[in-house]
């Protein structure tokens, strides 16, 4: 079955530490994305991907940093640099030019220790 | 600017009692709008989307949505609910930016539901 395979399900991340949160998909798709989650906040755009060796900042990059070597994989890097890291992450992908339709991983949480 | 307003973070009904979340979307041309639906600790999943023709569109799970231009809303709409039904609710609109689509997300209403 095709789809977006996100891990780890849950990254405990201590202070001054990178990590790295992966995120794979066998749908072909030539964009991706990489949204987080906060409650009461919805989705708001890391970094996006239209096709591999390029990628964009979204609304709210810093602190965090991503490379697009293969069209399968898009790994984000939540630098030591981002103070408030705790959130659920979200990775997407979908056909490029239609970044409206979506197709969403299950997540990856992310916490302090 | 583009943006989607939820203005309920929380709504509870009954089962098999009608449900409404409102949608309201700022966007100066003719928008992409989208329904999608989170269970907790899981990733989005597409409801219904609306890009041009019949403004009620019919989804997912009986789910459908009504898009109003007047009113610049895009509220979705079930007649009986089901306990499964209990999950987070986005409204999200697609937007043009740096020369590529992105969806924008409203800030979601969770949707509890009382057997």
């Known amino acids: 079955d095709g789809g977006i395979t996100q891990s780890p399900k849950y990254l405990f991340r201590k202070e001054g530490q990178n990590v790295t949160l992966s995120c794979e998909q066998n749908l072909n798709h030539d964009a991706m994305y990489w949204y987080r989650q906060d409650p009461g906040q919805g989705l708001r755009l890391i970094y996006y991907?239209?096709?591999?060796?390029?990628?964009q900042k979204g609304d709210i990059a810093e602190g965090y940093s991503v490379s697009r070597e293969k069209k399968e994989s898009f790994p984000l890097t939540v630098t030591s640099a981002q103070k408030n890291p705790t959130a659920f992450y979200l990775c997407?992908?979908?056909?490029?030019?239609?970044?409206?339709?979506?197709?969403f991983g299950s997540g990856t949480q992310l916490s302090v220790l | 600017a583009q943006s989607v307003t939820q203005p309920d973070i929380h709504i509870t009904v009954s089962e098999g009692a009608s449900l409404e979340l409102r949608c309201n979307y700022s966007y100066g041309a003719t928008p992409y709008l989208f329904w999608y639906v989170q269970s907790p600790g899981q990733g989005l999943q597409l409801l219904l989307k609306y890009f041009s023709g019949d403004t009620l569109v019919q989804g997912i799970k009986g789910f459908e949505a009504e898009f109003k231009r007047s009113q610049s809303s895009f509220n979705l709409r079930k007649p009986s609910v089901h306990w499964s039904d209990a999950a987070e609710y986005f409204c999200a609109v697609g937007a043009l930016s740096g020369g590529y689509n992105k969806l924008i997300f409203g800030a979601g209403t969770r949707l509890a539901v009382h057997p």
């Open positions: 997407a992908s979908s056909i490029q030019g239609q970044g409206e339709k979506l197709f």
């Open positions: 991907s239209q096709i591999v060796n390029d990628f």
